[in-house]
């Protein structure tokens, strides 16, 4: 059993830069692929980014990409996400998740998933 927690999340001015990191902690994270999702209020939830378990390959979300670049740390056993130029519309709720496939689009095809931390982008 993976447990995911993040951290980091807050309230930013548009044109800001923040990180948000997860910390993955019981069985092995390393050989799992991992994923940032979001989540608005009265929206689906949505692929941010996701990395392969060895941190080679990456796939993002078409809204976010080049803004935003997920990194991880199979030492540390830590995701992170670092959001550049953030836009009202980057406002949510954002997931730490991890997935035994790699790539996976779909939320439906992570197996574990954080709590969340909320970002919100005053204009």
């Known amino acids: 059993q993976v447990t995911l927690v993040e951290s980091g999340g807050g309230l930013v001015q548009a044109g800001g830069s923040l990180r948000i990191s997860c910390a993955a902690s019981?069985?092995?994270?390393?050989?799992?692929?991992m994923a940032w999702f979001r989540q608005a209020p009265g929206k689906e939830r949505e692929l941010v980014a996701a990395?392969?378990?060895?941190?080679?390959?990456?796939i993002g979300g078409d809204s976010v990409k080049g803004r935003f670049t997920i990194d991880r740390d199979n030492v540390k056993n830590t995701i992170g996400l670092l959001l550049n130029n953030l836009k009202s519309d980057d406002t949510a709720v954002y997931y730490c998740?991890?997935?035994?496939?790699?790539?996976?689009?779909?939320?439906?095809?992570?197996?574990?998933w954080g709590r969340g931390t909320q970002i919100t982008v005053s204009s």
């Open positions: 998740a991890a997935a035994r496939l790699f790539p996976e689009f779909s939320a439906t095809g992570y197996e574990y």
């Open positions: 990395v392969d378990s060895d941190g080679d390959n990456r």
């Open positions: 019981g069985g092995t994270p390393s050989s799992l692929a």
